[in-house]
Nanobody, 123 residues
Framework: QVQLVESGGGLVQAGGSLRLSCAPS????????MGWFRQAPGKERLFVAA????????YYADSGKGRFTISRNNAKNTVYLQMNSLKSEDTAVYYC????????????????WGQGTQVTVSS
């Protein structure tokens, strides 16, 4: 069982930056690929980025390429999402998720989810 807790969300002006963190519990953190998804009000949950177990491979949705960076520190049991040049359309609840397989952008292939952290970008 893996429990995920996100932090780092907040209100930021367009063009600003935020860094989200996700701290999974349990000693099996390094056994999972990790991903970030987001969900805007009234919209479906969308893939943002994923990272392999070792951190050596990453995968991004087009929406975040060049602006978002996913990383992980297995020694600290933490995965991060650095978001730069934020736009109003990035406003959403951001969710951290864990999957036994790397490379999926489908939310139903992630087994564990956090409760989300709100990111609001004002224009």
């Amino acid at each position: 069982q893996v429990q995920l807790v996100e932090s780092g969300g907040g209100l930021v002006q367009a063009g600003g930056s935020l860094r989200l963190s996700c701290a999974p519990s349990g000693r099996t953190f390094s056994s999972y690929a990790m991903g970030w998804f987001r969900q805007a009000p009234g919209k479906e949950r969308l893939f943002v980025a994923a990272i392999s177990r070792s951190g050596g491979s990453t995968y991004y949705a087009d929406s975040g390429k060049g602006r978002f960076t996913i990383s992980r520190n297995n020694a600290k049991n933490t995965v991060y999402l650095q978001m730069n040049s934020l736009k109003s359309e990035d406003t959403a609840v951001y969710y951290c998720a864990a999957s036994p397989r790397f490379g999926s952008n489908q939310y139903d292939e992630y087994d564990y989810w956090g409760q989300g952290t709100q990111v609001t970008v004002s224009s």
